[in-house]
């Protein structure tokens, strides 16, 4: 209860920070001069991000810009603001985030508060917290899990390194794979796993280390150097249906590989101007959304699970681009402010 009243108040300080002088509190304005999309973020807010790994940290920064959702930022065209960071896939925020940033959901999974853009599984919190809140971006899932493979063999912590070096990246994708589908329907670790010894506090008051949700969505944690597959994270088909439901549920929902439509699409859906820092390269390991992996490597495997839900994400984004006339013709103004006339994609 305490949740539901909190998601509440929240919706309506966004609305109040919007609304048009003369409507009614606690209702869309009735006058016609308020954008549909500014109606359509007000019965969204507060916004749920569910970051799926290697799917585009870059969304953070369309999040923060969209009308209202941060009006306690005066937000420069930059992908790292000064006293702003991304660390591994994290929109490192200065501490009081949740009261300058109303439109977006302080996660109950997420500590410290000031980490957004946290890969935090939805489990039991849907109801309360991602139920027509919720924004996502999908990424097709043998490149996904290439990706995440390629990104882990460049890192330096000894948990990570024995993910990528105990396995190869056939290995890796066929133990790690539904990590979409996971994250929508299951619990997180305990947060005594997730934030550890690394986890540590600038002088800027930003967290860094902290980043540990990928066990999460891999299904797996390093315990004294052992690789362990957690139990409750084991997923089934009826998981991956339960999955689709709830995708169909989310405010917004982006695909990776159409990173230039997905960002228009959005702007379409919720207003305000589209920035070319939304198209920016923030820890993307490929120079392109288009530009793709050869999944020869895997020798044949396919991820069943995400791949479900992946097809699922491509039928509710095909029928939003109908629903809202976009196209990379209607989207030229928005291309064009990116520094791309195309609509191929830009660099992530």
Known sequence: MAMRMDLLQTRANVAASVRVEGSA??????????????????AAIPLAWTHVPKCGSTFANSLVRLPGVCPGFPWPDMANPPGLSFGDGEFVLPIDWPERCPGLKQLATTFPPLVFGDHCNVGSSFDDVYDNHGVIMLRQPEQRLISAYNFLQKKNDSHWLKLSKGWNVTEFARETAGCAVRMLTKEPLSLSNRWHKGCRRSSRNVYSGCHNGWYDCMGVDVQAGTIIHQPGLRISSADVNEARARLRAYAFVGITEEWSLSICLLHAMFGGECNPIEFSNVNM???SASDMYDTSVLQGFTDEYDGA????????????????GVSKQSCKSCFDSA???????ASL
Not at 25 to 42: N, Y
Not at 309 to 324: D, G, P, Q, V
Not at 339 to 345: A, Q
């Open 285 to 287: 390991a490929r120079s």
């Open 25 to 42: 509190p606690g209702r869309p304005s009735m006058d016609t001069s308020v954008p549909h999309g500014v109606i359509r973020l007000r």
């Open 309 to 324: 839900l992946y097809r699922e994400a491509l039928s509710i984004f095909t029928a939003n681009l109908r629903l809202y």
């Open 339 to 345: 520094g791309f006339h195309d609509g191929t994609e």
